[in-house]
């Protein structure tokens, strides 16, 4: 093959692989009232504090139904926060977590322990975001390792 054909295709390739990624999802949500209910699931939120690593988890609902109150917890096990952005993370967005909530009684607050979790009807983002605002997906843009590029608030 011509070698000039060859670095036409490779420069090709570099121009369109990041407009490729920006559409490509990578995870899609997941509605409730589809799931299982026999599974053990919840569904919980994560509330900002006003930084990009805290935040406390509150838990909505489960796989019974939503609760009347939102229960706050300690989250353990896979979490959402260690890979997804913030501003999707920390935006109301709310999670479907796979797992078991415990409490012991000399504990103030419950433990939740996920073993797995999925995003919940619609990923919601902040405004100060310059990612494509997909509802029901996400791409690899939306990634926690692309904050500093993104966001206005994703470096230290």
Same mark, same amino acid.
């Given at each position: 093959? *011509?070698?000039?054909?060859? &670095?036409? %295709?490779?420069? /090709?390739? +570099?121009i369109f692989l990041p407009i490729i990624l920006t559409?490509?999802?990578? %995870?899609?949500?997941?509605?409730?009232?589809?799931?299982?209910? &026999? %599974?053990?699931?919840?569904?919980?939120?994560?509330?900002?504090?006003?930084?990009?690593?805290?935040?406390?988890?509150? +838990?909505?609902?489960?796989? *019974?139904?939503?609760?009347?109150?939102?229960?706050? +917890?300690?989250? $353990?096990? &896979?979490?959402? $926060?260690?890979?997804?952005?913030?501003?999707?993370?920390?935006?109301?967005t709310e999670f479907i977590i796979y797992g078991k /909530?415990? $409490?012991?009684?000399?504990?103030?607050?419950?433990? /939740?322990?996920?073993? %797995?979790?999925?995003?919940?009807?619609?990923?919601?983002?902040?405004?100060?975001?310059?990612?494509?605002?997909? $509802?029901?997906?996400?791409?690899?843009?939306? /990634?926690?390792?692309l904050d500093f590029l993104l966001t206005d608030k994703?470096?230290?």
């Amino acid at each position: 093959m *011509n070698p000039k054909k060859i &670095k036409k %295709r490779i420069i /090709l390739f +570099v121009i369109f692989l990041p407009i490729i990624l920006t559409v490509l999802p990578i %995870r899609f949500t997941k509605n409730p009232e589809n799931i299982n209910k &026999k %599974r053990e699931f919840y569904i919980a939120s994560c509330i900002s504090e006003g930084t990009t690593d805290g935040g406390v988890w509150i +838990v909505l609902g489960s796989n *019974n139904g939503m609760f009347e109150d939102e229960i706050y +917890v300690d989250f $353990k096990g &896979k979490n959402p $926060k260690s890979i997804l952005s913030y501003d999707i993370t920390d935006s109301e967005t709310e999670f479907i977590i796979y797992g078991k /909530l415990t $409490k012991e009684d000399d504990e103030e607050f419950y433990t /939740l322990n996920s073993r %797995r979790w999925e995003i919940s009807n619609e990923v919601k983002r902040d405004d100060y975001s310059c990612r494509i605002p997909f $509802k029901h997906f996400i791409t690899v843009y939306d /990634l926690k390792w692309l904050d500093f590029l993104l966001t206005d608030k994703g470096y230290d």
